[in-house]
């Protein structure tokens, strides 16, 4: 056993024995989730694009605060790293090229906008009936898992453990072909000549 | 004493305050950290200036204060008397909040950087993950900054910056996962990401990373040494605030306090990557050879180390009172250099003191104590040799052309750290 794994058993012993006990847990999901509900909503509702995507980083800072919460620490950091850090730069890097002036006296919503409204209020009812049903659906797995073997619990479903294949190792590599062939592709698209 | 304050002192279990779940000394913690980062920030400004002149044949800063030691004061006064400017045209919020996410991103990763196995505020599972998260939010700051401006230099400067950024961005990814490789290399073949467990990973393999595998170890640390003055936008590859192109780059129309804000932010961005690079690659706040010379005398020698700085430092102040020209216009300045000198050797002496006290093991707070100095003491020489380069490049290497820059980043770095990444993962294998 590493050093590393032991000073992480430790922090485990102390949060058994009630020093890491989380504190506030209410408190600190709803501020979280108002946070990103009300700044979801100024995502839409800004007429500055710019403001928008400000309003776009407060959320995605808040949802990994929950998934912090969900005992989920490694899909936090992934979190800010490729939306909070990488996306939403590319993001502002191309608004800051769009005329503003103009877009900003464009009409705010199109004709479609009662489709995206349905949309909105199935999702809406799909999740309601997910929190009524969710005794059922989603059996109870007890005490939440430490944080502090999260990375590790990811990486065996990913890659496998003990020289057993992971769970989802082959969707996982489907996946990064995927990416792959996008990546190829926005080559091919921007080169000209290759 | 309250409970709260002396439950953590009297654990015996080595942990940080975070880990240990003591709010007070995490609040303690970080207190300290912010006052010493402020601290080094101010010195840093001092001794950029002085380096900078020496290099260039300059005196620089002479008038305030004894060899301009009170400069970085009379720099902070004059910027908070300064009027504030925004211009009429700028996005009034947007131009108030810019300042503020770099300075907030630059500062949040201090939570994580290890000082010593416990001087840390927490020790987080995805630690090194959170820094480079957290570091990568600071470009928002200038990105955000150049567009409010509402003024054409800005906005090239920020657009330069955000494209510099998430150019070098994954090159300086790469080098780190192959240091987090490294980690992994133990009979259990479970790697860390905790700053913490690096540094432990590297004194269980006996070997600081930059060794490991020679070359491949020093490559990864060559390319992230290059790609964080890329991510701090220091020379040579400041171009989001050429001042020969585009006058001052993103913060031209920033005046002020609010100026100071950016300037303080950039510092402590600089220190907490030199941080990073610290951690993975030089064995955090070890001494060298902690395996090789563990013996109680080679122990005692190096717990002597920061005490002796401390007293070479007073001595060059001496020295430099000494030659204080005899003209009764520096009488004052005299004074006050032989103040400092005094104050420098009575710091010394208390370390010393401290070094000695925490010989014999049967006083265990000296020991500790004495520890805890000698963790701070290394990881911050450490540092600060990394600071120093950030000026020394400034001063020798003439900044890059843009297309240049992409040019490194895209095409000589990125396929190396990859190269670097695959045959550390194959040698790694092998060796195990």
């Known amino acids: ?194 | 004493m309250p409970n709260f304050i002396m439950s953590y002192l009297r654990s015996t279990e080595a942990l940080t305050p975070g880990s240990a779940g003591s709010q007070f000394w995490a609040l303690i913690y970080v207190l300290i950290i912010f006052a010493g980062v402020s601290l080094a920030v101010i010195c840093m400004n001092w001794l950029e200036r002085k380096a900078l002149a020496h290099f260039q044949v300059r005196l620089g800063p002479m008038r305030v204060g004894p060899h301009g030691l009170l400069q970085p004061i009379a720099d902070a006064v004059k910027l908070m008397l300064k009027e504030d400017i925004i211009p009429t045209e700028a996005d009034q919020f947007v131009f108030w909040v810019a300042p503020l996410i770099g300075l907030l991103a630059a500062f949040t990763v201090y939570t994580v950087i290890p000082f010593g196995p416990t001087q840390a505020v927490s020790d987080m599972n995805i630690g090194i993950l959170f820094m480079l998260g957290v570091s990568s939010l600071g470009v928002l700051g200038i990105v955000v900054a150049g567009w409010a401006s509402n003024s054409h230099y800005p906005l090239i400067g920020a657009l330069r910056s955000s494209a510099q950024m998430v150019s070098y961005e994954v090159a300086m990814g790469l080098a780190v996962i192959s240091a987090i490789l490294m980690t992994s290399l133990n009979t259990s073949g479970t790697g860390t990401l905790s700053m913490i467990g690096i540094v432990q990973a590297q004194q269980q393999q006996g070997v600081w990373f930059i060794f490991k595998f020679f070359p491949l170890g020093f490559i990864a640390f060559a390319i992230f040494a290059i790609a964080m003055v890329a991510e701090t936008n220091r020379a040579p590859f400041d171009l989001a605030e050429a001042e020969s192109e585009l006058t001052a780059g993103f913060h031209t129309e920033y005046s002020g306090l609010r100026w100071s804000l950016f300037m303080l932010a950039e510092y402590a961005a600089m220190i907490a990557v030199s941080a990073i690079a610290v951690t993975l690659w030089l064995g955090g706040w070890m001494r060298p050879f902690p395996n090789l010379l563990h013996a109680p005398v080679w122990e005692f020698i190096f717990s002597l180390c920061p005490g002796f700085t401390f007293a070479g430092l007073a001595a060059i102040t001496l020295i430099g009172t000494a030659r204080m020209p005899a003209h009764s216009f520096f009488k004052i300045q005299r004074i006050g250099l032989a103040v400092f000198a005094v104050l420098l050797g009575f710091i010394a002496l208390l370390l010393l003191v401290i070094a000695v006290a925490g010989r014999s093991a049967d006083i265990s707070v000296a020991a500790r104590f004495r520890d805890g100095i000698d963790h701070v003491y290394w990881f911050v020489l450490k540092v600060a040799v990394f600071m120093y380069m950030f000026i020394w490049y400034r001063a020798t290497w003439p900044r890059y052309r843009f297309d240049q820059l992409m040019k490194i980043g895209w095409k000589v770095m990125l396929p190396i750290s990859l190269g670097v990444l695959v045959v550390t993962a194959i040698v790694g294998v092998i060796v195990k």
Not at chain 1, 36 to 43: D, F, K, N
Not at chain 1, 116 to 142: E, H, N, P, Q, W
């Open chain 1, 1 to 194: 056993m590493n050093p590393g794994m032991h000073s992480a058993l430790n922090s485990a012993v102390t949060a058994a024995n009630g020093g890491m006990a989380p504190v506030a847990t209410p408190w600190f999901f709803y501020s979280l989730a108002a946070l990103a509900v009300i700044s979801g909503v100024l995502v839409i509702t800004r007429r500055n694009a710019v403001h928008s995507a400000l309003a776009l980083i407060v959320t995605l800072l808040s949802v990994a605060g929950l998934y912090l919460m969900l005992y989920a620490p490694f899909v936090a950091g992934v979190q800010i790293i490729v939306y909070a850090g990488g996306i939403m730069v590319l993001f502002l890097f191309v608004i800051m090229l769009v005329n503003l002036d103009r877009a900003s006296k464009d009409r705010q919503f199109n004709r479609i906008w009662p489709v995206g409204l349905a949309a909105a209020c199935v999702l809406m009812a799909l999740f309601v009936s997910v929190i009524v049903k969710g005794k059922a659906l989603f059996t109870d797995r007890g005490m939440p898992l430490s944080e502090s073997s999260n990375t590790q619990q990811i990486a065996n479903a990913l890659y496998g453990e003990a020289g057993r294949m992971g769970q989802y190792t082959f969707a996982f590599e489907i996946a990064s072909l995927l990416l792959l062939v996008a990546i190829l592709g926005a080559v091919i698209m921007t080169k000209k000549k290759i």
